[in-house]
């Protein structure tokens, strides 16, 4: 009815706070199950989360390129992933070179793992991926140890993220979009009051 759907409006209501921001900034990962871990800070900074499962379609990468053609700010990816041939192939060859095979622009920024996280996290050995076609190509940049990102502690993985995201934002900008949001949900609860009031 029409009280469900203007209350919902109103609790749902979110204002964009990128469109004041110098950057616009996505997180990737191969691994969909990082979605639920990170949904905290996902959800509090209104970021887009995308999937690169194996490696992303031609089509969701040509639509990302079309999108930083058209943008008008850089995009910058924070990138979590597995520290083995295919999750560091995808973050420092695959994606940056797609991108800009299809005429886009963006900056790839690994956020985890890292080499620096890797001391206090169990490893494998590299060998148990031989057969995947990046084996070779790890090997030689990065050596024979590899790691699993489920390896780090999920409340780490969350506050380097979010420590990511918050290097990027201009926060004055931030500070004064959330008020108008404030200002704005205040002023919609008001009216929705004033409806309500009106049909009693």
Known sequence: ?????????VNGYRRDYWQSQPEWVEVWSEKGTVRGILAPVLDK????????????SATVMQDIASETRQAD???????VGDYD????????VDLPQRIRRYGGSARIRRTALTAEDLP???YFEAATKKA??????FVSSYGHKAWELDAMQSSLLR???????????????WEHATQIESAEVES?????QAWRSAQC
Do not use: C
């Open 45 to 56: 900074y209104g970021i887009t989360f995308r999937v690169m499962h194996g490696y992303a």
């Open 159 to 173: 506050d380097r993220v979010e420590s990511e995201i918050a290097s990027l934002l201009d926060l004055d900008a």
């Open 188 to 192: 919609m609860q008001r009216f929705y």
């Open 132 to 137: 995947d076609k990046r084996y070779q190509w």
């Open 120 to 122: 206090n996290l169990p």
């Open 85 to 92: 041939p295919s999750g560091m192939h995808m973050s420092e």
């Open 1 to 9: 009815n029409s009280d469900q759907i203007i209350r919902a409006t």
């Open 73 to 79: 700010k850089r995009l910058t990816v924070l990138y």
